[in-house]
């Protein structure tokens, strides 16, 4: 994922801080981004350098000073290119597949506790992503919004319909899993 197209992305939709924009990242399903926090920071840096995006500084009594970031109408026309873009084939990497590949180490038992684990984090998934579905406003924020953050609910009905999809790519990702590892312990249990 490009984060700095992301946080265009993001910013597409509303002004926002670096804190929303984390807290929209660790909170949706569809923008799942490993980095660490100050990245986005540095990115904000970068992109207003680039003129994509403008800074106002906000004044608060009680808390910090925040900095709030609006996307340029350069910024826009940065997006919509990159969205015209060639897309690009996922990259899958899946630690667990790696720890199987040594897990003939274990016993029958602590291979079928591995296996089980796996299978209750792949229904936490599930569970999340349903939750998500459920709710009435699908947007690109992914889960719930609170009183500090507005977020809209989907512009269009074919942004909704979009992220709608993009959920129902990851549920049935997570599904075909969790089928595959509660084969897997079925079989694992004949040795």
Do not use: C
């Not at 906000?58 to 709030?68: A, D, F, G, L, V």
């Not at 609006?70 to 899946?94: A, D, S, Y």
């Not at 089928?179 to 312990?185: A, E, T």
Request: aromatic share 10%; glycine share 4%; proline share 4%.
């Amino acid at each position: 994922m490009s984060i700095e197209h992301a946080i265009l992305g993001l910013l597409s939709l509303n002004p926002l801080s670096g804190y929303d924009i984390k807290k929209m990242f660790a909170g949706s399903v569809a923008l799942a981004w490993s980095g660490n926090n100050n990245q986005i920071y540095k990115t904000l840096v970068k992109l207003h350098e680039q003129g994509w995006v403008s800074r106002e500084t906000q004044i608060q009594e009680s808390s910090p000073t925040r900095k709030i970031y609006r996307i340029t109408p350069t910024g826009e026309e940065e997006l919509r290119r990159w969205v015209f873009t060639n897309p690009e084939v996922p990259q899958v990497k899946n630690s667990f597949l790696i720890q199987l590949a040594w897990a003939d180490a274990l016993s029958t038992d602590e291979l079928d506790d591995l296996l089980k684990r796996y299978e209750n984090e792949l229904q936490i998934q599930l569970s999340m992503l349903s939750f998500q579905r459920q709710q009435s406003n699908v947007s690109p924020s992914g889960v719930s919004r609170d009183a500090y953050i507005h977020i809209p609910a989907a512009r269009t009905p074919r942004e909704k319909f979009l992220w709608n999809a993009i959920l129902e790519n990851w549920s049935s990702y997570y599904q075909a899993e969790l089928d595959w590892v509660r084969k897997l312990r079925k079989g694992s249990k004949n040795f």
